[in-house]
């Protein structure tokens, strides 16, 4: 299930990158093109594909990253309130 990164317009946001962070990702696929596809990709490829994968696929790692991370908070929520057990707490 897709709940969606949304704009206030309703539209699929891209994500972004720094500069650093973009030519960092862009050497990572040349590199895996090369070694592990024996293929040469060249810069500006790269620069496109990492452009697709950030506009196309990019909303399903976010979003299942929030649902781990609320997965996550709710367990921890659980397993605090199961701590209180057999305490009486007074509001």
């Known amino acids: 299930m897709v709940f969606g990164w949304i704009n206030e317009k309703r539209e699929t946001m891209q ?4 500069k ?9 696929l040349k590199h895996y093109f090369t070694n592990e596809l024996d293929q040469d990709i060249g810069q ?4 496109f594909l990492l452009d697709f994968f950030g506009k196309e696929l990019g909303v399903y790692y976010y979003n ?6 609320q997965l996550l908070m709710l367990f921890m929520s ?3 309130l199961l701590s209180f057990r ?3 707490i007074v509001f």
């Open 44 to 47: 500006f490829d790269a620069e």
């Open 15 to 18: 994500i972004e990158f720094t």
């Open 78 to 80: 659980w397993k605090f």
């Open 20 to 28: 650093q962070e973009k030519e960092l990702l862009v050497q990572k």
């Open 64 to 69: 299942r990253g929030l649902i781990d991370a």
């Open 86 to 88: 057999g305490s009486r």
